[in-house]
């Protein structure tokens, strides 16, 4: 992608904020609607330092958890009450976390080039994007979904730990694929997101502290302060909407709306390549 306007930033923020926390991936269209309106991949870490957005919406939105969570975790352990519900949601965020941190250094090392990968180029994003879409319906469909967030342990941290590091392939949904991990547990759907939220906390931050740091000693490569601070307020912003939609969303109906959205959206592009309207980059 060519140097990013601050108009683009601004779009490629929303688009990031309003799909970073849907079940539909933000990875994906994040890379394909700049492609559709021409202008072409902003890359893994223009993607990853708006990602920071999202995060400061998570905080924003869950600090009184956050801190709870913190707080008595860190009293937990100096009490050694190892079996407080805090401490053991904490430990099972942190011990959640590692599978994609570690799968991300893996990336780091074995695909250095991940931004010109086959694992990032339309035709995955859209098989992933249909594949992902059937895991749901099938969860949705086999969940019971009667665990509150209350009931959740370390057990329940790793799981959806090992289907957050999936994300690490565009397509997949950080979110699609926790919440899709959280029903087939048998979690409540608000629950399932709720967690899935506050694991994605560390990872998400980790990665784009990543790439800011890389954006940064590079000069900011395509990338301009202005654009750049506009993509992180419009993510922000999109980011604290689509939290506030979906818990709510979650709590009477079902994700039957985002299955139907990404098998529409994963055909979408499939016909596109099939018909050369798209080109598989």
């Known amino acids: 992608m060519e140097t990013i306007t601050v108009f683009q930033a601004m779009v490629i923020g929303l688009v990031q904020g309003l799909?970073?926390?849907?079940?539909?991936?933000?990875?994906?269209?994040?890379?394909?609607?700049?492609?559709?309106?021409?202008?072409?991949?902003?890359?893994?870490?223009?993607?990853?330092?708006?990602?920071?957005?999202?995060?400061?919406?998570?905080?924003?939105?869950?600090?009184d958890d956050l801190r709870q969570v913190t707080v008595g975790t860190v009293r937990a352990t100096l009490d050694?009450?190892?079996?407080?519900?805090?401490?053991?949601?904490?430990?099972?965020?942190?011990v959640g976390t590692l599978p994609i941190v570690v799968g991300g250094l893996l990336i780091k090392v074995f695909i250095?080039?991940?931004?010109?990968?086959?694992?990032?180029?339309?035709?995955?994003?859209?098989?992933?994007s249909i594949g992902m879409a059937l895991l749901l319906a099938a969860?949705?469909?086999?969940?019971?979904?009667?665990?509150?967030?209350?009931?959740?342990?370390?057990?329940?941290?790793?799981?959806?730990?090992?289907?957050?590091?999936?994300?690490?392939i565009p397509g997949v949904s950080r979110s699609g694929s926790t919440l899709t991990a959280g029903l087939f547990?048998?979690?409540?759907?608000?629950?399932?997101?709720?967690?899935?939220?506050?694991?994605?906390?560390?990872?998400?931050?980790?990665?784009?502290?990543?790439?800011?740091?890389?954006?940064?000693?590079?000069?900011?490569?395509?990338?301009?302060?202005?654009?750049?601070?506009a993509g992180l307020l419009a993510a922000v912003v999109s980011s604290y909407l689509a939290i506030f939609w979906l818990l709510r969303f979650l709590k009477q109906h079902s994700t039957w709306v985002f299955v139907w959205y990404r098998l529409a959206f994963g055909a979408a592009i499939l016909l596109a390549l099939a018909t050369g309207k798209m080109q598989n980059i």
């Open 139 to 168: 969860a949705e469909m086999v969940g019971q979904r009667q665990r509150t967030f209350d009931q959740l342990d370390l057990k329940d941290g790793v799981m959806m730990g090992f289907a957050q590091a999936l994300a690490l």
């Open 185 to 229: 547990m048998g979690l409540e759907r608000a629950t399932a997101a709720r967690f899935s939220f506050l694991l994605g906390v560390p990872a998400i931050t980790l990665a784009g502290l990543v790439e800011l740091k890389g954006l940064l000693d590079s000069g900011l490569g395509n990338v301009g302060l202005g654009p750049l601070l």
């Open 19 to 63: 799909t970073e926390f849907l079940p539909i991936s933000s990875t994906a269209h994040v890379k394909m609607i700049p492609v559709v309106l021409g202008w072409g991949d902003p890359g893994v870490a223009f993607t990853a330092v708006i990602q920071l957005g999202s995060i400061a919406a998570i905080l924003w939105y869950f600090w």
């Open 80 to 94: 050694r009450k190892f079996d407080a519900p805090d401490f053991r949601l904490g430990l099972g965020i942190l």
């Open 112 to 128: 250095p080039d991940f931004d010109n990968s086959p694992l990032r180029n339309s035709a995955t994003i859209a098989v992933v």
